[in-house]
């Protein structure tokens, strides 16, 4: 049987002894904790030089990997020459340590899509012990943080980037040692205090904390549950204590570099050593090339541990959010304050409002799906308003959306929704997704189910009509506008929920190929194609205005009493005098949805609690199931697309919470009135 040592720095409570098998070999581990006496650490070294088969060396803090003068510690650095002189390997765990952080980084980002880290805000609490990770991080996110010198030298800093870590690393932290009085400056007063809360603002914003194994509880103890809660954890060898440590805090995620071999966790030293006595690798000098190579086929995976017990894994988001008219513009407190004091000045402020940067309206929290994968994200405004967007063109609103996504991406989102623009800023959609530095959708795809979702569900509340099999409706359907991409899906949206659906259009050839396609797709329902709206017009229970030439067919005075009109158009088909004139018409726009999850928090955008814009539940749903890709842009969603986000709508919980009209939200009220107005006017009839 071969015997690994390990002699620790640590505290001698810890001790173990452990048999294990290892490639087809026993071995006896024997841990020996010295309390930090140097000299006993010598004296165990040589007692089993030429005894041991490896001694591996823990406790220490491990030799940094960057800088010009990169070194170890006064400890490790005695102990490393010392081992110098015997015959026996000694290792701390180096090699194996730098190839496992960078496996465990890759191997946890493709495991779980490929987007894991994608820009995520990651904190350093020392990015010169984890420099290797850092090295690695930067390939998926930019948002990297580094607090060497505000916990190293008390430097009420943090750095933003790999570069400057390797300057700090390189010149800034040895010349520091040079600076006269620097400790009692900065390890007091009004110095640490604002060293201490740029520590605890990182900490907030921060989803990753990357925490040395040497000093982990120091890191630490200062933290509260409430400033980890949720948080993912990357640190090495995570022995049982620390797990429980973390789980007290709340930390959702922990990923331990060091993989773990037996039922008992053993430090990177430990199993560096096993690997030198089992393998016959001579030494630290071995290729990382190699070694890396023996870890894959081992699988030696790191350690994905969820404290809480289920697994935890939150996806981000952001969704741009502008103000329609100036009363939404009242919804920030600076202008709410300006237009009670000078209402005069509203046309002013809008203009000004227009060439602000875009900003942070509100965080959004508490999503969750029934698959337990959670959502977090961001609103971000734009000050400017669709009449200030038609005034001054499609790049200039083209240019707020790049600097949005800029801002979405440093927030840590992995996609961003643009949502809906009016009609001449279409194309700027396009050209976001072709700039961008994260993926875009605009949420067309879901806004086209959710139109239809309401309107299926509006003529079911009317209760005029009836229901075939338990799901079909008996009813007539009618879209204008069916040979543009938004009206061909439509009508096939109508063909799954009607029994009868009319098909107008002014080309009849590609009428005819649109119903010929969809005769394929749908069975027992019927399908007419014609070139005018008028001829059946008035039999019809359901009509969509899918396009803008529909204002001039479709007359309100022609329609059924109990019909209901979807208008998908900006801007609207009627207006809100003709709408009046029709009190037994239902006239509809869209519908909203409700969130899956029980705390959300949001500010208002003008709907009910827990309830969004299609638009903004699309980017929610793709988030959601880690879909990080350019979904939908321009106007003109694809049938497949909207099938599919409407599945994988239903798939993560999301319900629909009401219907839209053309002055906000319609009430089962309403519903009820136009059901009775309709009733009355059909007796007439």
């Not at 309830?611 to 879909?627: D, K, Q």
């Amino acid at each position: 049987m071969k015997q690994i040592i390990n002699i620790s720095l640590g505290p001698g409570n810890d001790d173990y002894e452990l048999d294990v098998e290892f490639q087809g070999q026993k071995f006896a581990i024997q841990r020996i904790g010295v309390d930090g006496d140097l000299d006993r650490a010598s004296e165990l070294m040589l007692t089993w030089n030429k005894q041991a088969d490896a001694i591996g060396l823990s406790g220490i803090q491990f030799p940094y990997t960057i800088g010009s003068r990169a070194m170890p510690d006064r400890k490790t650095a005695r102990l490393l020459k010392e081992a110098k002189q015997l015959n026996t390997p000694v290792t701390v765990g180096s090699l194996l340590r730098d190839v496992s952080h960078e496996w465990s980084l890759r191997h946890t980002h493709f495991i779980f899509g490929g987007n894991y880290f994608t820009n995520a805000r990651v904190l350093f609490f020392s990015g010169m012990a984890n420099s290797k990770i850092a090295r690695v991080m930067q390939e998926y996110t930019p948002n990297l943080q580094f607090a060497d010198p505000l916990l190293e030298e008390g430097l009420p800093r943090l750095m933003s980037s790999y570069n400057e870590l390797e300057l700090y690393a390189g010149r800034v932290k040895g010349a520091l040692k040079w600076l006269p009085g620097r400790r009692t400056v900065t390890g007091v007063g009004p110095v640490k205090q604002a060293a201490d809360y740029l520590l605890q603002r990182a900490v907030e914003k921060a989803q990753v904390l990357v925490v040395p194994y040497y000093g982990f509880y120091r890191y630490l103890d200062k933290l509260s549950a409430a400033d980890l809660r949720g948080k993912v954890i990357i640190t090495t060898t995570a022995y049982a204590d620390r797990v429980a440590y973390l789980k007290e805090k709340e930390v959702g995620v922990i990923i331990d570099t060091t993989p773990k071999l037996f039922d008992k966790v053993i430090g990177v030293s430990v199993l560096e050593a096993l690997l030198m006595a089992a393998l016959q690798l001579p030494d630290e000098k071995e290729s990382s090339d190699d070694l890396l190579e023996v870890i894959s086929e081992m699988e030696m995976e790191p350690r994905i541990l969820y404290p809480g017990g289920t697994e935890h894994r939150v996806n981000r988001f952001a969704y741009i959010v502008y103000p329609l008219n100036q009363s939404f513009l009242k919804k920030l407190k600076t202008i709410e304050v300006v237009s009670e004091v000078a209402p005069g000045a509203m046309d002013t402020v809008e203009k000004m409002m227009a060439y602000a940067p875009p900003f942070v309206y509100s965080p959004v929290t508490g999503i969750k799906s029934p698959t337990g994968v959670e959502a977090q994200g961001w609103l971000i405004g734009l000050g400017v308003t669709p009449e200030q967007m038609q005034a001054h063109g499609p790049e200039f609103t083209t240019k707020r959306l790049l600097m949005a996504a800029r801002l979405a991406r440093r927030l840590g989102a992995q996609i961003m929704g643009i949502g809906l623009f009016p009609k001449a800023m279409r194309s700027a959609s396009l050209e976001v997704s072709k700039h961008a530095v994260l993926p875009i959708t605009t949420g067309n795809s879901y806004l086209a189910s959710a139109t239809l979702w309401a309107a299926a569900e509006a003529v079911r509340r009317m209760g005029l009509t009836k229901v075939k099999n338990g799901k079909i409706l008996r009813a007539r359907t009618m879209v204008i506008g069916a040979t543009g991409a938004i009206g061909a899906i439509c009508a096939r949206l109508l063909a799954t929920a009607f029994e009868e659906v009319h098909m107008v259009g002014r080309n009849m050839a590609k009428l005819l190929t649109l119903q010929e396609s969809m005769q394929a797709e749908t069975k027992g329902v019927e399908l007419h194609v014609s070139t005018r709206a008028d001829t059946h017009l008035g039999d019809m229970d359901v009509v969509i205005a899918a396009s803008g030439g529909a204002a001039k067919v479709l007359d309100i005075m022609r329609l059924k009493p109990g019909c209901v009109v979807t208008d998908t158009t900006l801007p609207s088909v009627f207006r809100a005098d003709q709408i009046v004139k029709r009190p037994d018409v239902l006239v509809i726009r869209s519908g909203e949805i409700l969130l899956p999850g029980n705390n959300i928090e949001m500010k208002d955008i003008g709907l009910p609690p827990e309830v969004v814009y299609a638009g903004l539940a699309e980017t929610i749903i793709l988030a959601l199931e880690g879909r990080f890709e350019t979904y939908t842009v321009g106007s003109e969603p694809q049938w497949e697309k909207v099938k599919e986000i409407y599945r994988l709508g239903l798939k993560h919980g999301m319900q629909l919470a009401s219907i839209s009209g053309v002055n906000g939200t319609v009430s089962d009220e309403e519903i009820a009135r136009v059901r009775e107005a309709a009733l009355k006017e059909r007796k007439k009839r």
